[in-house]
């Protein structure tokens, strides 16, 4: 139940493509789901983020589509580049009186060929 | 605005040796949480900490770890008696309330 399941665990694409990356989750008491960006040896940065009342958030090239009845979200990165590559995580967070913990998926290592 | 400072970047245990970390927030945040990342996998959270209080730490295991938050200082991870197992990326976040982290750059422990 507390669990978030991401998918798939690579994705190779060509630059200008849209890579879509998904993420499940079955405890229905999460409220707030980040996307964060991570390149190697540095720490997660924070993308975009949604709560379950939205059904779709943009910022910039990025997007999260988001399907509460399915318990689904999704990230799409528009018009993609070479400097995207990197690993993407989800996260959900259970509202809890004792704070705002994280529950990451395993993450995703997206290449953008030029 | 600086960001959210870890350190040591790199740091290299013996086993049986003590690790300590450090993670100073970003100005203005009062919460931190700690997670650790073993290679090729997702970050896993171990607790979470207010100034002068530890809020959650079920995630962190039973010995060995502890953390703090004084009122003065960064907040610290300690690790006694390292194992090769311990061997992994720990990452702080900092949050002025609410849902929204901001991560460090992680400390990545070797345990030889």
């Known amino acids: 139940q507390q669990q978030v399941k991401q998918s798939p665990q690579s994705l190779i694409v060509q630059k200008g493509g849209i890579p879509i990356i998904n993420c499940a989750y079955e405890n229905t008491a999460f409220d707030y789901f980040p996307w964060y960006q991570q390149f190697p040896g540095k720490g997660p940065a924070l993308l975009i983020a949604i709560r379950p009342d939205v059904s779709e958030k943009k910022e910039g090239r990025f997007t999260i589509s988001f399907n509460k009845s399915a318990k689904q979200f999704s990230l799409h990165i528009m018009d993609s580049q070479p400097g995207d590559s990197a690993t993407y995580f989800c996260a959900a967070r259970r509202r809890e009186t004792s704070g705002s913990r994280l529950t990451f998926g395993e993450g995703t290592q997206l290449t953008v060929n030029p | 605005n600086a960001g959210v400072m870890q350190n040591p970047r790199h740091l290299v245990r013996r086993r049986g040796q003590e690790a300590r970390l450090r993670c100073s927030p970003m100005?203005?945040?009062?919460?931190v949480y700690w997670y650790r990342q073993l290679p090729e996998e997702g970050l896993k959270f171990m607790v979470y900490l207010q100034k002068e209080n530890i809020i959650d730490e079920s995630g962190m295991p039973k010995e060995r770890f502890s953390a703090e938050f004084p009122k003065e200082g960064p907040s610290i991870l300690r690790i006694q008696q390292v194992v090769r197992g311990d061997s992994a990326a720990y990452f702080c976040a900092s949050s002025p309330g609410g849902p929204t982290q901001y991560f460090g750059p992680g400390t990545r422990l070797t345990v030889l």
């Open positions: 100005k203005g945040h009062s919460h």
